[in-house]
């Protein structure tokens, strides 16, 4: 028997995700601790998007998801993460 999620004891999305670029933190506000997707097509810099986020945040740990990355591009990714922190 499965007990169902509780949903309506979630905390209501209170604090801004500041993220330091000021075109996303106007256009597509976030809230910290929310989801959010970076979608484009090739080549718009999805990924330096990310980079960049990453790079000024100011966790201790950075999970990258690169669901339909190309291989180089991944390689690159994981080459250079070690020094964006």
Avoid: W
């Avoid at 169902?4 to 004891?9: E, F, G, I, L, M």
């Avoid at 979630?10 to 993220?19: A, D, N, R, Y």
């Avoid at 910290?32 to 966790?59: D, E, M, R, W, Y």
Wanted: glycine share 10%; with cysteine; net charge neutral.
């Amino acid at each position: 028997v499965r007990n169902p999620r509780p949903v309506t004891d979630k905390l209501p999305p209170t604090t801004p995700l500041i993220t330091g670029q000021r075109v996303l933190d106007s256009l597509f506000p976030s809230v910290l601790g929310g989801t959010c997707a970076i979608p484009g097509a090739f080549g718009c810099g999805k990924t330096v998007i990310s980079q960049a986020l990453s790079k000024h945040s100011n966790s201790q740990a950075i999970i990258y998801v690169g669901c339909g990355e190309r291989g180089n591009e991944m390689a690159e990714v994981l080459a250079e993460f070690p020094e964006l922190t």
